[in-house]
């Protein structure tokens, strides 16, 4: 499944920057600066940085950024988007469960799932998930913050109905979905197999809490709408605030 991911976003990542949540890059990035407070010249690790679009506007403002992400077609773009505006960031192919550069930062970031959520028929979500913010916490200097914006489980929950237990795409003893959903994206629909497992909230401060992170803080996470603000239970998103134990 995680090549299916790879492909998937490998063929998305010529039209990724024309979906409706990316066009809020500069007003995102002004409350991450006010979320984390860090001098110029950081260094930042943007996983699952997509094309670009935070890591290459940190950059403009002076910090020193790495941006990694499995799928090479997203980091060719991305590395075409930062020659184009003149900015430095370093690309690295790797997957987030897995990765490890040998070196700690400033900062680290995971936004827009960043990976987190995309597991496969036979990954164990918690293990999944957990096995990224484990990576994280060993790139993260102890003090360090760490931003992450990630799917809502309680959006999901409020959504589900009997009838979709019934026909077995959604358990509720497991929290998993699994479902094929059509897909509305800027080069057409797309019919994708889904396996998620959200969760919500206090599961992914616990999560955190195991990786080595303080969780100060679970703000609303929607695109375009990122403040210091509670979480709303329809939000497709959330953002957790920590810190690098």
Same mark, same amino acid.
């Given at each position: &499944? ?9 063929? %998305?990542?010529? %039209? ?7 066009? %809020? ?36 403002r002076g910090y020193r950024v790495t941006g990694l992400d499995i799928s090479q077609g997203m980091l060719d773009v991305a590395t075409r988007k930062a020659n184009e505006q003149g ?56 003090? !360090? ?14 959504? &589900? ?13 497991? &929290? ?11 080069? !057409?629909?797309? %019919? ?30 929607t695109a375009g709408h990122w403040a210091r603000r509670p979480l709303m239970l329809d939000e497709i998103e959330a953002m957790y605030v920590s810190v690098r134990a």
């Open positions: &499944m995680k090549q299916e991911w790879q492909a998937f976003f490998d063929a %998305h990542a010529p %039209h990724y920057d024309e979906n409706p949540f990316t066009q %809020h890059t500069v007003a995102e990035v002004d409350f991450l600066i006010s979320l984390v407070a860090l001098p110029t010249g950081a260094s930042i690790l943007d996983v699952g940085c997509g094309t670009g679009r935070h890591s290459i506007e940190l950059a403009k900015v430095d960031v370093r690309w690295i192919q790797g997957d987030a469960t897995t990765f490890d550069l040998g070196e700690t930062f400033d900062a680290t970031l995971c936004l827009c799932e960043g990976g987190l959520g995309l597991i496969g028929t036979h990954d164990d979500p918690e293990t999944h998930d957990l096995s990224i913010l484990q990576r994280i916490a060993a790139h993260t200097k102890p003090g !360090g913050p760490f931003v992450m914006t990630t799917l809502n489980g309680y959006n999901v929950i409020r959504q &589900m109905k009997d009838e979709m237990t019934a026909e077995g795409k959604f358990d509720p003893a497991t &929290m998993v979905s699994a479902y094929i959903d059509e897909w509305e994206l800027p080069e !057409g629909s797309r %019919h994708i197999q889904i396996r998620e497992r959200l969760f919500i909230p206090p599961e992914i401060v616990r999560m955190l809490k195991v990786a080595g992170f303080r969780c100060d803080a679970v703000y609303g996470g």
